[in-house]
């Protein structure tokens, strides 16, 4: 039915078949009936305990990496070139550390998770006027965005592939210079160089590419 102005009538006499569709529209079917089987839901049990007695038997595709073979990826995952994991400072030629405590790291840092404390050089450092008495990261802060890294002038912090490490207390992932510095010389690049890609991302140079 329609009235005056021409609109159907959506009331309960006119129900769904007084809808005014367009051509080629059709109105979905409501859910039918479950039958006294189906509300118990049994057949759906069936079948899911039918698919995981299918899937016990089948090969696993799960790697185990339980970090015994450094040198097999299907035992210790080996990160791509250029993954910034967690920190480390780097020491100078004559086993100091490197950092000239200019506070570019800290200022960098949108987490704000490095806090410094720079203190006057000894007597026989000649290469410098400051150094950090207190460097501290607080990694649990840390965005690992590596904007430190990029903004040391002196080459004195980097970011590891180092990234599964755990700890049983918030205090112990506040790390300081002293193990900073003991993680760089744990990695062998306490006195690395370190170079950027022209994508920006740390990590190694990309072989030249000839006829250029």
Known sequence: MSDA???ADHGAHGGAAALDLPAGYKLAPGDPE??????????????GLGNTMRRM???????DYDGTER?????YHQPR?????????????NGHVKCVACFMCAAACPAE???????????????????????EIDMLRCIYCGMCEEACPVDAIAL?????VVADSRESKVYRRDKLLELGE???????????RPDNIPGHVPEKKHGH
């Open 113 to 135: 998770c490095i806090h410094i404390e720079a203190e006057a050089t000894p007597a026989d450092w000649n290469d410098r006027e400051r150094y950090p008495k207190r460097f």
């Open 160 to 164: 590891s592939t180092t990234y599964n």
């Open 71 to 75: 040198d097999n990826p299907r035992k």
């Open 57 to 63: 038997f089948t090969p696993s595709f799960t790697i």
């Open 34 to 47: 479950q039958s006294w089987v189906e509300k118990l839901f049994l057949p759906e049990i069936v079948k």
């Open 81 to 93: 070139d250029g993954y910034r994991g967690e920190h480390y400072l780097k020491k100078d030629e």
């Open 5 to 7: 102005h021409g609109h």
């Open 186 to 196: 744990q990695l062998g690049l306490s006195l690395s160089k370190h170079t950027y």
